[in-house]
T-cell receptor
Framework: SQKIEQNSEALNIQEGKTATLTCNYTNYSPAYLQWYRQDPGRGPVFLLLIRENEKEKRKERLKVTFDTTLKQSLFHITASQPADSATYLCALDITGGGNKLTFGTGTQLKVEL | DADVTQTPRNRITKTGKRIMLECSQTKGHDRMYWYRQDPGLGLRLIYYSFDVKDINKGEISDGYSVSRQAQAKFSLSLESAIPNQTALYFC????????????FGPGTRLTVT
């Protein structure tokens, strides 16, 4: 069955450092992968989408890579700030069309002063 | 005003009661989704609708039903609530083109006692 794995342990980093979060998947070849941010008690908010033919995508301090051979996406936040503290979810469409997403369980990021 | 709204935001109900969660959107999107979120399990898709006449079961539809009353409204019903349906419920929308980001509502926290 399709599996999406994100590190369940919280990632604690110091302000100003680069945070790197990992999303691994098995048994599927998604055409694209999405990353969302979720704050406690609130709905997820879309951050970035990367397609299978794109190696890397950037948006301000965010960078996403997508390695379809390794079946892995990395999500980077450079110059991290305490306001970046949240849970980050990756999601992919396992149906191959229709935007029916399967989400990972998320990794909690804590940025400390 | 929020683009995706959910009512109620919090609800406590007893086992066996029927309950309806409502979702409205002003984004003009064709596609709407219902998810539940449980600690450690992440977001799981309950039902989705790609237009008013299209309703599809998701990963965990047992014990739930939905109604797409209009393009802007998508309701989730628990016919006979049970304690393991205690969770955070999210509605989401997206455009009909795929891939596309999903826009989430603020969530409904449901407790079944």
């Amino acid at each position: 069955s399709q599996k999406i794995e994100q590190n369940s342990e919280a990632l604690n980093i110091q302000e100003g450092k680069t945070a790197t979060l990992t999303c691994n998947y098995t048994n599927y070849s998604p055409a694209y992968l999405q990353w969302y941010r979720q704050d406690p008690g609130r709905g997820p908010v879309f951050l970035l989408l990367i397609r299978e033919n794109e190696k890397e995508k950037r948006k301000e301090r965010l960078k996403v890579t997508f390695d379809t051979t390794l079946k892995q996406s990395l999500f980077h936040i450079t110059a991290s700030q305490p306001a970046d503290s949240a849970t980050y979810l990756c999601a992919l469409d396992i149906t191959g069309g229709g935007n029916k997403l399967t989400f990972g369980t998320g990794t909690q990021l804590k940025v400390e002063l | 005003d929020a683009d995706v709204t959910q009512t109620p935001r919090n609800r406590i109900t007893k086992t066996g009661k029927r309950i309806m969660l409502e979702c409205s959107q002003t984004k003009g999107h064709d596609r709407m989704y219902w998810y539940r979120q449980d600690p450690g399990l992440g977001l799981r898709l309950i039902y989705y609708s790609f237009d008013v006449k299209d309703i599809n079961k998701g990963e965990i539809s047992d014990g739930y039903s939905v109604s797409r009353q209009a393009q802007a409204k998508f309701s989730l019903s628990l016919e006979s609530a049970i304690p393991n349906q205690t969770a955070l419920y999210f509605c989401a929308t997206s455009l009909s083109s795929s891939p596309d980001e999903q826009y989430f509502g603020p969530g409904t926290r449901l407790t079944v006692t």
